[in-house]
């Protein structure tokens, strides 16, 4: 990174801001005064930010599915309860087997 040539033989992508971070640090009368700049070039060499937010917006990602699939799974479930009742056997409507089993 020194040469501030890239892999293809032209600038690299973190040349700019590490000319910005050197040129701070030059003339700065103390190195506190250049730690933007140096959290730019660092970000732009590892992207440690867009890793960790990329990870925090996956884990919510996960987090409302799952919270939407129990939703889902209770919902479900209290269908088929519903759906599973004693009317049928009040005999208040017919059961479908015994419909289709007497002519």
């Known amino acids: 990174m020194a ?6 033989g032209g600038r690299s992508r973190c040349y700019p801001a590490w000319q910005e ?3 701070c ?3 700065a009368d103390k190195p506190d005064e250049c730690i933007q700049q140096r959290d730019d070039y ?3 060499l590892h992207h440690s930010k867009e890793k960790l937010r990329t990870k925090t917006i996956q884990d919510e990602y996960l987090k409302q599915k799952e919270k939407r699939s129990k939703e889902a799974a209770a919902s479900k479930k209290k269908a088929d309860a519903a759906s599973s009742s004693n009317v049928p056997r009040l005999n208040v ?3 479908k087997a015994k419909a289709s089993a007497s002519p």
């Open 3 to 8: 040469s501030g040539y890239g892999y293809g």
């Open 21 to 23: 971070f050197s040129k």
């Open 25 to 27: 640090y030059a003339l």
């Open 42 to 44: 660092l970000e732009c």
């Open 93 to 95: 409507v017919e059961d």
